[in-house]
């Protein structure tokens, strides 16, 4: 049996987004599915969400200071964004550059880089992945805070092949050696000790002191620059088994 106008229309918030109430599903069909398909692709068209509400009711959510207010801020968002794709485009980038707060132990630095993945998540891969090298919650769950030219440590240099990019079979083991040299002095800015005001922001910085300039080979090309990222052939399959049905 063909599906109803309306039913095509939830379908589709179902997948862009995180469902939709009666009343907007009419209004987009009244819109018509290409228009309302293009406003989503477009979410800067579209009010940022209000947290007024939210900071007022729940203090906890405004610096995510704590595991669960960060949460429930991101839950917030979750459910009443009017940009529904680009929130659900942050949670796709969010499961597959995976972080944690177990090993951070600082929400804020992973709510930053939730954000950063709102800001660039409908943007360029390319940029992206240049914002997730940059990115202090990243370089310090892969430890490339700790990767000098001297000593590179191979933890983000591989997962950026492997699991971030091209995918198991389209690189080498030298490529994965030369792409940690890349990221040498990619690191962290010192920040104060936690005690006794607690914790600080964590911001990027390049030390070219610890970085290997030297001339690196991927792809069987030769590089002696700072690294670009990959290209992308792990990332459509990506896409399709997080958008279809199963």
Request: net charge negative; charged share 25%; proline share 7%.
């Amino acid at each position: 049996m063909a599906l109803t106008d309306l039913q095509l229309m939830a379908h589709l918030f179902r997948r862009a987004g995180f469902g939709a109430p009666r009343d907007e599903l009419e209004a987009a069909v009244a819109r018509g599915y290409e228009a309302t398909v293009e406003t989503l692709l477009h979410p800067e068209t579209a009010p940022e969400v209000e947290e007024d509400l939210l900071q007022r009711y729940y203090i906890d959510a405004k610096e995510s200071f704590q595991l669960d207010g960060a949460q429930v801020g991101w839950v917030y968002r979750m459910a009443t964004t009017k940009r529904p794709l680009e929130e659900k485009m942050t949670l796709f980038w969010h499961g597959l550059f995976a972080t944690g707060f177990n090993k951070c132990d600082d929400p804020r630095v992973i709510t930053k880089q939730i954000n950063m993945f709102r800001r660039h998540g409908l943007g360029s891969f390319r940029e992206l992945l240049v914002e997730l090298s940059r990115d202090p919650a990243m370089i310090y769950w892969l430890d490339n805070n700790q990767s000098r030219g001297d000593a590179p440590n191979e933890n983000y240099g591989r997962e950026l092949l492997e699991l971030f990019s091209m995918g198991i079979g389209n690189y080498s083991e030298d490529d994965v050696k030369a792409s940690a040299r890349a990221f040498t002095g990619w690191t962290l800015a010192p920040t104060l000790p936690r005690q006794p005001y607690g914790r600080f922001d964590w911001d990027f910085e390049y030390r070219p002191e610890l970085h290997d300039d030297s001339v690196k080979t991927l792809w069987l090309t030769s590089h002696k620059c700072q690294p670009g990222p990959p290209s992308r052939p792990a990332i459509p399959r990506r896409l399709t088994s997080w958008w279809t049905p199963t």
